[in-house]
């Protein structure tokens, strides 16, 4: 297939999938590495404060199921509500992966609706940016907010399409659209995806890839999910690259011919 249609270049790196998955909520790191295979994902995000990959010596290590070697490690700050938390989160994640610099910030602002502090999301990135790392950032649905992540020199942003975990899909399809017709850097759905047709919308919309964890983690087969998920993105993708036919709402017009027909 034309490379244009599934690859997706990130900090310069470019991976044929444009399927990012998250690794936390499996029952087992053997469900996780299944269901990820079968997404075909290339990067894996992991929250640094709850799942171990190697700052709790001794416990089972998600590296040993997920290894360097084959996928993209993307540490992010899932459970960080100040912008030091987050950018102390990261530092200790780059020190674990060798001086990894890709990550996904996350600032929240509630721990019930887990929305975006925006004022903090935007301090962490600017200190990020500034001490090298390469910063892929969840934000909310906000197209000047998004420009000024941007601005500070984000290389993917990454706004929700409803509430995490929530599975609602895309609430507000209108506000992603200015995103991404305003900005040049890789703009990614972050959360609220509920199933393969929100993944497929998102992408339709012009999304260069998707991030979702609790759509495949909580399906009633993850594995399955996981590869209904990698045929969504890819379908949205090729759609959006094809351009749908106009809408007409006040007219029909016949897929088949109207002349020669018997009796006319």
Known sequence: MDNQMHSLTIAGKTYRSRLLVGTGKYKDFAETRAAIDASGAEIVTVAIRRVNIGQNPG???????????????????????TAEDAIRTLRLGRELLDGHSLCKLEVLGD????????????????????????VMVYCSDD?????????????????????????????????LRLIIDSLKVP????????????????????????????????????????????????????????????????????????TGLIGS
Request: hydrophobic share 45%; with cysteine; charged share 15%.
């Open 59 to 81: 416990e089972p290590n998600l590296l040993d199921a997920l290894p360097p070697s084959q996928f993209t490690i993307l540490p992010n700050t899932a459970g960080c509500y």
């Open 111 to 134: 721990p019930t609706n887990l929305f975006p502090n925006m004022p903090e999301t935007l301090k962490a990135a600017e200190v990020l940016v500034k001490d090298g790392f390469d």
């Open 143 to 175: 197209p000047i907010q998004a420009k000024m992540l941007e601005d500070i020199g984000c290389v993917a942003v990454m706004p929700l399409a409803s509430l995490i975990g929530s599975g609602m899909g895309i609430v507000n399809p209108w506000n």
């Open 187 to 258: 703009v990614l759905v972050d959360a609220g995806v509920g199933t393969a047709s929100d993944a497929t919308i998102a992408m339709e919309l012009g999304c260069d890839g998707i991030l979702m964890n609790t759509a495949i983690a909580h399906a009633k087969n993850p594995v399955l999910m996981g590869s209904a998920m990698k045929k969504a993105v890819e379908a949205g993708r090729e759609a959006f690259l094809a351009g749908r036919m106009p809408r007409k709402y006040y007219s029909a017009d016949p897929s088949s011919p109207t």
